[in-house]
């Protein structure tokens, strides 16, 4: 089933590797009993994992404690290999906001074997994005974030706060990868992080804007 980024202006382009980066808020950090890493935390999603609006957030059996993580997602419109943070916004197709869902119960079980994130971070359905505003059309931040539970206040932060900025995320992501178009960067959480219920609604805002809705089952 081939997924696309779907643009607010109506241009699509096929969903290709998330790539996620963890601890990218020093408050997140705090509050998952960490630091700041010295080289970005990155884990990858499938395209697989990724849902838009007009279907529930699936929670998965596996897990009883989902946490929404809200972050900043920027898609790339051009493949990048190797390139600089001075260079790297001409690569950026746009931003929106996702959700990194993920399997906290199973994150700290991994983190504490030593093992993989993959199961607790990358299920089918572990990446909800919201439609993608085109670059000309979005700024070059700083964006503020927010997410919503049943219209409780969960998570609030401003872009401004990120360890990386996007660009520094691009150059140093091109430097070990290829990034590809189609591919994306989570760019990494506020604090706030929590559980998600069934029947939970969730509205996540970019600059105040409601831009995503969906409802866990
Ligand atoms: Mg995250």
């Known amino acids: 089933m081939q997924r696309t980024w779907n643009f607010t202006d109506g241009t699509t382009i096929p969903v290709g590797t998330m790539y996620c980066i963890g601890r990218n808020y020093a408050a997140h950090a705090r509050e998952m009993g960490a630091t700041v890493a010295d080289d970005p935390i990155v884990f990858i999603k499938p395209p697989s994992a990724y849902r838009t609006e007009g279907v529930p957030i699936e929670l998965p059996e596996f897990s009883r404690d989902v946490h ?33 869902l993920t399997a906290r119960d199973l994150q700290s079980e991994a983190k504490k074997n030593g093992h993989p994130w993959s199961v607790a971070k990358s299920w089918k359905g572990s990446a909800p994005v919201s439609r993608i505003i085109p670059r000309h059309q979005c700024g070059r931040g700083p964006w503020e ?60 805002t970019l600059d105040g804007r409601p831009v995503l809705n969906m409802v866990c089952q």
């Open 145 to 204: 974030l927010g997410l919503h539970v049943n219209d409780h206040i969960r998570q609030q932060g401003s872009t401004a706060d990120m360890e990386r900025s996007v660009e520094q995320l691009i150059a140093y992501l091109s430097t070990v990868f290829t990034l590809q178009r189609g591919d994306c960067i989570f760019t990494g959480t506020p604090e706030g992080v929590g559980p998600l219920r069934a029947g939970d609604h969730v509205r996540a």
């Open 68 to 100: 929404h993580e809200v972050e900043l997602v920027v898609v790339i419109g051009a493949d990048a290999d190797t390139i600089d943070a001075r260079s790297a916004w001409d690569v950026v197709a746009g931003v929106g906001v996702g959700l990194d």
